[in-house]
């Protein structure tokens, strides 16, 4: 898609084929009803599922109104865009090319703020309760869509500055490509971008840790379980008089162990300040008065209440991995959806003369769109809570057929 200024005049810079174009629309409007539906679907999950209205969840939403929107609104509008469509009305072209703008930066926002929850979340749990309260999510969410409206409507701030011989509404001939590389592009998506992999890639590396932690204490409860055993065999097995006192010893010493076991790695825990909301109950089953008692009262035999505290703990802490995992695909996605357009748009920048095959630009504006449309799969499949609020909202609605027969 090269145009150069002067073919912006007078007839289409770039005619493409009948079959093209309508391969093309055909595509952007089965994107369009997909990305409504899916996301359409998520917010009625997080509204019907009081489990699901969480701060995260909130900024998942944001996502999926923007997504919405660009099923709505930007998508037709870029199908009267690449059309050539509105004729000799520079104002009104300046809107209708802003508005993806707007909606991909909001998008972006959106993410880097699920990003900043999830560092806040696992990295300074005692803190997260207080910074990320309801109010304060929207006051964010106000932010981000008030950050992505600004940046996305530069152009429209200065369009007497836009070239005003163009007389089809056609992206490169209305929209500068300098604002487009090294603001929309450089600023506003690269930097953001680098930002969130290097969070993503320090949650992942705390939450290793810490099953690595976990699964060291579960190895040494069980070692310590082992010897306490053989000890009182033993003991038994002496037959004197004193092997009940031996006993007794054995358990009280086992259960100091514990308790000195239990408070040292609190203490970890507390210092090193690693831990989500899920992962500030793992810490807090090592803390629990009641636990301590129980333990320090407990006979040999006990470790397993302790062992299935444990365990709930790893499975809450591989449940958080899995979550941080799901958000990193949603972002991952984003990056491949528009990175091939913003490519295109450098190439376009850098290299005037370079020929981009239209067929290739198309294919790169159907992906980025396409983008609106796969985040809800992600979280139907990879995250369980919506997928069963999902799945328990379409048994709902079969609910009463049966119930007639």
Same mark, same amino acid.
């Given at each position: 898609m090269n145009v150069t200024p002067g073919s912006c005049k007078a007839e289409m810079p770039y005619g493409?084929?009948?079959?093209?174009?309508g391969l093309y629309i055909a595509t952007e409007l089965v994107i369009a009803v997909l990305a409504i539906i899916g996301n359409f679907l998520v917010c009625l999950a997080v509204s019907r599922n009081r489990k699901l209205r969480t701060v995260t969840n909130y900024f998942l939403v944001s996502l999926s109104v923007a997504d919405i929107l660009v099923g709505l609104v930007a998508i037709p509008c870029a199908v009267l865009t690449d059309l050539g469509r509105p004729h000799h009305d520079l104002p009104l072209c300046l809107v209708l090319l802003s508005i993806l703008m707007v909606l991909t930066? /909001?998008?972006?926002? /959106?993410?880097? =703020? &699920?990003? @900043?929850?999830?560092?806040?979340?696992?990295?300074?749990?005692?803190?997260?309760?207080? +910074?990320? !309260?309801?109010?304060?999510?929207q006051l964010a969410l106000l932010v981000t869509w008030g950050? %992505?409206?600004?940046? %996305?409507? &530069? *152009?429209? $701030?200065?369009? $007497?500055?836009?070239? =005003?011989n163009s007389d089809y509404c056609i992206f490169t001939c209305v929209v500068d490509m300098n604002y487009m590389v090294y603001f929309n592009f450089f600023c506003c998506l690269v930097v953001p971008l680098v930002a969130m992999f290097a969070i993503y890639g320090h949650i992942f590396l705390t939450i290793r840790r810490q099953l690595r932690r976990i699964a060291v204490a579960r190895g040494t409860t069980k070692d310590s379980g082992s010897t306490g055993t053989d000890d009182i065999g033993n003991s038994f097995a002496g037959g004197t008089t004193g092997g009940g006192a031996d006993i007794v010893t054995g358990r009280q010493a086992r259960d100091e162990a514990r308790k000195c076991e239990g408070e040292v790695r609190a203490g970890e825990e507390v210092e090193s300040g690693i831990? /989500?909301?899920?992962?500030?109950?793992?810490?807090? +089953?090592?803390?629990? *008065?009641?636990?301590?008692?129980?333990?320090? %009262?407990s006979a040999?035999?006990?470790?397993? *209440?302790?062992?299935?505290?444990? @365990?709930? /703990?790893?499975?809450?802490?591989?449940?958080? $991995?899995?979550? @941080?995992? !799901?958000?990193?695909?949603?972002?991952f996605l984003f990056m491949v959806c528009w990175m091939p357009i913003h490519l295109i748009n450098c190439v376009l920048l850098f290299c005037p003369q370079c020929d981009v095959p239209? !067929?290739?630009?198309? @294919?790169?504006? +159907?992906?980025?769109?396409?983008?609106? =449309?796969?985040?809800?799969?992600?979280?139907?499949?990879? $995250?369980?809570?919506?997928?069963?609020?999902?799945?328990?909202?379409?048994?709902?609605?079969?609910? &009463?057929?049966?119930?007639?027969?």
């Open positions: 493409y084929q009948p079959r093209m174009r930066q /909001s998008s972006i926002l /959106s993410l880097v =703020a &699920v990003a @900043a929850e999830r560092y806040m979340a696992i990295l300074l749990p005692f803190q997260y309760q207080r +910074v990320m !309260s309801p109010r304060n999510a950050l %992505g409206a600004i940046s %996305g409507t &530069v *152009p429209l $701030m200065d369009w $007497m500055r836009q070239p =005003a831990g /989500s909301l899920i992962e500030t109950e793992t810490t807090t +089953v090592f803390t629990k *008065p009641g636990f301590r008692i129980a333990s320090a %009262g040999p035999a006990d470790p397993p *209440p302790r062992e299935s505290n444990e @365990a709930k /703990s790893n499975l809450r802490t591989r449940q958080e $991995m899995r979550k @941080a995992t !799901s958000l990193f695909l949603v972002l239209m !067929s290739l630009t198309l @294919a790169a504006i +159907v992906l980025s769109h396409a983008n609106s =449309a796969l985040n809800p799969i992600l979280y139907a499949y990879r $995250m369980r809570s919506f997928r069963y609020t999902l799945i328990g909202m379409w048994r709902g609605m079969w609910s &009463v057929r049966p119930k007639r027969q």
